[in-house]
């Protein structure tokens, strides 16, 4: 036991060294070249601040994800559960894009609305899917499953619709949510996400004992004494706000809270105490590391962020699944 816990420190110590090259790399590398040198000096001084603020709104968002993809496959017991295939993802989404559409998202007011509609739109989606997979007062694991796939496929489709409808400008907006990006200029709304975002994943690590008790089956931990239902409801409120916070500033990026803790959990083995801050670390290094090759892959156009994870996250997830079943 004492091994296996120095190794998982051991693990995510050279997580945090990676995580601190690849952001400096991600500082100092972009669409254009330009010398670390002369960025220092302060001759472009809005290029330095812009590539900072994106480090860090990457390392905010893969955060995030990665744990409300731990969470939510503690929870569901089930490896495959994520924000994405829960449907969260696209109600987070819809919401800040009927944000967008109904024009609350500029001004003064769209500091505040916009994160708001996109929790909304979370939560909303997270209850109804809840309710649609209860059956007598009891969750299936399986419907649950299929009850966000249907949801996130409706919501798909609503989404499409509005893309359909809306002017040249709110399509632009809309696309934009659909692809994903971590350019974002308002350094306000970048703040209060990063607020959100690191208040949920502080107190998801409160939860370590909680999540690894069921995962043991709900009846063996209400032997134990937790109060699983009201437990569960917490995790989920966590999970929802955080997929929230970071659709409404990223838009939608997939795969991240699916094979990053798949990843940590063969590396670190299911211990909450351990998977869940090296998820958190593993989900930051692993999107800048994207961010970073959306950047100079194709220089100086910019491929979205969405496209990257997804060209890296299938493969990778697909190998993983094949090495567990071998």
Not at 15 to 37: D, E, H, K, Q, R
Request: with cysteine; net charge positive; charged share 10%.
């Amino acid at each position: 036991m004492v091994i296996r816990e120095m190794k998982s420190k051991n693990i995510i110590g050279l997580l945090i060294l990676l995580l601190m090259v690849m952001a400096v790399l991600s500082v100092f590398i972009g669409a254009v070249w330009i010398s670390p040198l002369r960025l220092l000096s302060g001759q472009n001084p809005d290029i330095l601040r812009l590539r900072i603020v994106r480090t860090i709104l990457a390392f905010i968002a893969g955060a995030g994800l990665s744990a409300a993809g731990v969470i939510l496959q503690g929870l569901l017991r089930n490896p495959l559960a994520e924000p994405c295939v829960l449907g969260i993802s696209s109600g987070a989404g819809l919401g800040a894009a009927s944000c967008i559409v109904l024009g609350l998202s500029s001004g003064a007011l769209g500091l505040g609305f916009l994160p708001l509609m996109a929790f909304l739109g979370a939560l909303l989606t997270m209850i109804l899917v809840y309710n649609l997979a209860k059956t007598n007062g009891k969750i299936s694991i399986y419907n649950l499953l299929l009850s966000g796939v249907i949801v996130s496929a409706v919501l798909s489709a609503i989404l499409i619709f509005m893309v359909s409808i809306s002017t040249r400008e709110g399509l632009h907006s809309i696309l934009w949510w659909l692809l994903g990006s971590l350019q974002q200029f308002d350094l306000k709304l970048v703040i209060v996400t990063g607020v959100i975002v690191t208040a949920c994943l502080s107190a998801s690590l409160i939860f370590w004992r909680d999540l690894n008790i069921i995962t043991l089956g709900e009846e063996p931990a209400i032997h134990l004494g937790l109060r699983v239902e009201a437990i569960k409801k917490i995790l989920f409120i966590l999970a929802s706000l955080l997929t929230a916070g970071v659709v409404s500033v990223c838009g939608l990026i997939g795969f991240v809270g699916l094979i990053v803790p798949h990843l940590m959990r063969i590396l670190l083995g299911p211990n909450h105490k351990f998977l869940l801050p090296s998820s958190i670390i593993g989900g930051g290094l692993f999107l800048i590391t994207c961010d970073l090759l959306s950047r100079t892959l194709l220089s100086p156009v910019e491929i979205p962020i969405g496209v990257i994870t997804a060209l890296i996250g299938g493969p990778l997830f697909i190998t993983l699944l094949r090495r567990k079943r071998g």
